[in-house]
């Protein structure tokens, strides 16, 4: 039960919005000059000259949340997740007039990682480093920090960053295959080499960029390989992606959360849905994957042989890091279940007895409206949506004076004037999401990295989540 007192009833469709508007305030480099391209207004063009290091040009893509890094494992995830939620809901997005802007924050992604790409064997991981960039507190359109590039090849390999944007740019190619066919094309070519890439030169990305574990270290690379092999097959129905989905050893067992490190549970989503649909036969390997999926499944929704936590308000509660993330895919995870459930008129069988695919939409109609607002504190926890809601996140850009208002460049050390105001931030970084504690406690501080800064990893499945109520 899920207590607070929502004031105004829930607008699904502003959150749809505002979700992909969120978008247009991480883009880096140079912006559309068209208003209908570009709706963030307070917002410049900054680092046009990434990858001059290197002779190569990445200039583009998204800065993955508060601060002025661009890094390819987590954009790659959240360029996943965001072509999924398109996908699967792309009747309710083209209803509400959403599936351009959709495919228009799909495609900043995926432009950048096709530069990022130049050749079958050599993926560009990160742009900036993460120690001289969080010593500073610069606006984007502002940075004198160095601009390093990093890449991995067959000499120095990351099957995990490969993977993944293997699996992002096959999950991108489903999400384009009607709209722009020759692009759509483009992007699955991607994503076959780079599976080859990942499968041929075994390794962890970080080994081979020691900078990148400093912010996103991986846990390991089999649970990209099988994500990318599912997606692969979901794009291209070609059998040997398939085979290697069924002949892994490690299939991940059910796991305790789906993160941007942690991705077996959407392989194992992948091939349930293939079990339902009786793609594959709901027997061996097939019906392991099935059953880790569906118990996780029960695990959030309370039924399950063992269960998530909840805070006494009722949100999930998987970490005391940026909790939000594990929330968003979860809930994306059971709705869509809940839609091949549907489909198929079938149940979920959990531990504690079997649930249909309404009470999965209620759990998560639950959980997203905690989010925006039917919680103890009567907050909503997307930025720009609704009245009362976090003023003070920790974000760069949006902490200074937009650069639009006030040209005066502002310095490495200066802008700490701005992080340390106890002020409102002068920009609104619309759709932008953070969350409580375990406790459903919340500090609007621009200290509070912890749970106030807003990833786009978070954002990526919510589209998905907030269409299908709108």
């Not at 290091?53 to 360029?79: E, W």
């Not at 096709?114 to 050749?119: G, L, M, V, Y």
Request: hydrophobic share 35%; glycine share 8%; charged share 20%.
């Amino acid at each position: 039960m899920l207590h607070g007192i929502a004031c105004q009833p829930v607008d699904y469709h502003a959150a749809v919005t505002k979700s992909l508007l969120y978008f247009e305030g991480q883009r880096s480099g140079k912006l559309p000059e068209d208003n209908k391209l570009q709706r963030v207004q307070w917002r410049g063009d900054s680092a046009l000259q990434d990858g001059a290091d290197a002779g190569i040009d990445l200039v583009g893509g998204y800065y993955d949340a508060g601060d002025n890094l661009k890094l390819g494992f987590p954009m790659a995830f959240t360029i996943t997740m965001l072509s999924w939620s398109t996908i699967e809901m792309v009747s309710q997005l083209q209803a509400k007039q959403e599936l351009t802007n959709a495919l228009l924050a799909i495609k900043w992604g995926t432009d950048y990682l096709i530069k990022a790409h130049p050749q079958p064997d050599v993926l560009y991981a990160q742009v900036g480093q993460s120690n001289s960039d969080h010593g500073c507190w610069q606006r984007p359109e502002d940075m004198t920090t160095p601009r390093t590039s990093f890449k991995i090849d067959a000499q120095h390999p990351g099957s995990d960053l490969a993977a993944e944007t293997a699996a992002a740019f096959a999950a991108s190619s489903m999400a384009f295959k009607n709209s722009d066919s020759q692009y759509s094309s483009t992007l699955l070519m991607h994503a076959k080499q780079l599976f080859d890439f990942a499968r041929d030169h075994p390794g962890l990305y970080q080994d081979s960029i020691p900078y990148a574990g400093k912010s996103y270290s991986s846990s390991g690379y089999h649970d990209e390989m099988l994500w990318a092999a599912a997606w692969l097959h979901r794009a291209t129905n070609e059998k040997p992606y398939l085979d290697y989905v069924e002949q892994a050893q490690d299939i991940g067992g059910t796991r305790y959360a789906f993160s941007w490190d942690d991705k077996y549970l959407g392989a194992q989503l992948l091939v349930a849905m293939l079990v339902l649909e009786g793609k594959v036969d709901n027997a061996g390997k097939w019906a392991e994957y099935r059953s880790h999926a569906e118990e996780f499944i029960c695990s959030c929704i309370q039924k399950g042989s063992t269960n998530r936590k909840r805070t006494p308000g009722g949100l999930l509660s998987f970490a005391q890091w940026d909790n939000i993330q594990c929330v968003a895919t979860a809930t994306f995870a059971t709705i869509v279940y809940s839609n091949y459930l549907a489909a198929k008129n079938a149940s979920l069988n959990c531990a504690v007895g079997n649930t249909n695919p309404f009470d999965l939409v209620a759990f998560v109609k639950a959980q997203v409206d905690y989010i925006l607002g039917s919680n103890p504190k009567n907050m909503s926890y997307m930025v720009g949506y609704g009245a009362n809601y976090p003023k003070r996140i920790h974000h760069r850009g949006a902490s200074i004076i937009s650069i639009k208002q006030d040209p005066t460049p502002v310095t490495c050390g200066g802008g700490y004037t701005w992080c340390h105001s106890n002020a409102p931030n002068p920009n609104v970084l619309d759709g932008a999401v953070v969350g409580p504690d375990k406790n459903d406690g919340f500090s609007d501080d621009r200290g509070n990295f912890q749970l106030g800064e807003p990833t786009t990893y978070n954002i990526g499945p919510l589209v998905g989540v907030f269409a299908y109520f709108a």
